[in-house]
């Protein structure tokens, strides 16, 4: 009887064994495929993220924006040319040089509003390079859970109880559910942004119609400084994502596997504030509003 129930207990260890090690690896899947997706993602542009979408918006914005888009302009350049010409002593002292400044000007903002989309594109593929250049800088692998860890791992579990390999598997349960949730969030996160690139890239043509101008030119201005700050906040991700990858490396020097897997927890959460805030940052750092 002793010995049935002893080859009884020792099956059940081998089961519990068994399902951590298993989820361990789906564990550490799900969180090494999730930080790989913020990497490949961050580094294309618009048109590469998804051409369709690209399409869309840009065909929208040719038909519904730019129409408009040029109504401003010819608003921007009269005001602009009524200024020209009362600026000196109300036209006492009007010099005809002013008359050149206005047609280049004029010339100057008809190539802008016709070259929107480039300049669009043109802001994201520099960044582009930027963030090309920083993905191999970064030091350190992205993925948690070799397969030499997984090895180390079973010996381990292995040495423990019944009750304690319980324990264990409710916790990687616990941890699962949250760094699912986490994964969401960076899923948010990263797409978000994307989306929030397109919306903006397809109002373009309205505040680029007002650079010529001192007055109105600060709309421009400030729409400029916001497609910089998106398109570097690729870069930011990918600081981010590189001091994860420091940190990562930390983990199989952990003293317990418990200790192990809340690291892995924490170091997830810490990503994902870390990306939450890249997006405030950028915008500070290049002053847009």
């Known amino acids: 009887m002793g010995r049935l129930l002893e080859e009884l207990w020792e099956s059940i260890k081998e089961g519990l064994i068994e399902a951590i090690t298993g989820r361990l690896a789906g564990l550490f899947d799900m969180i090494n495929e999730t930080v790989g997706d913020i990497a ?9 993220w998804n051409s369709n979408i690209f399409a869309m918006i840009r065909n929208l914005s040719e038909t519904a924006v730019i129409p408009i888009a040029g109504m401003i302009l010819t608003f921007v350049l009269c005001y602009e040319l009524i200024q020209l010409i009362i600026e000196k002593n109300n036209m006492h002292e009007f010099d005809t040089f002013n008359i050149y400044k206005w047609i280049f000007k004029t010339f100057v903002a008809v190539f802008i509003l016709t070259n929107t989309f480039t300049i669009v594109l043109a ?8 963030v090309s250049s920083s993905t191999g800088v970064i030091t350190g692998s992205l993925e948690v859970g070799s397969a030499d860890a997984m090895v180390n791992l079973e010996a381990t579990l292995r040495e423990m109880g019944v009750w304690e390999l319980i324990g264990l598997f409710l916790e990687i349960f616990i941890i699962d559910l949250c760094l699912a949730a986490l994964t969401i969030v960076i899923f948010v996160i990263i797409f978000g942004r994307m989306i929030e690139i397109y919306l903006v890239v397809s109002i373009a043509p309205i505040p680029l119609a007002t650079m010529i101008n001192r007055e109105w030119g600060q709309i421009g201005n400030n729409y400029i400084k916001s497609l910089f700050a998106l398109a570097f906040q690729g870069f930011l991700i990918m600081v981010c994502v590189g001091i994860y990858a420091v940190l990562v490396q930390t983990i199989p020097a952990a003293d317990s596997i418990h200790a192990a897997l809340w690291r892995v927890l924490g170091y997830t959460v810490l990503l994902c504030f870390a990306l939450f805030k890249t997006g405030s940052l950028s915008k500070s750092l290049f002053t847009a509003h």
Do not use: D, K, R
């Open 123 to 130: 802001i994201f593929e520099l960044a582009q390079q930027v």
């Open 40 to 48: 490949e993602n961050v580094g294309l542009t618009p048109s590469q």
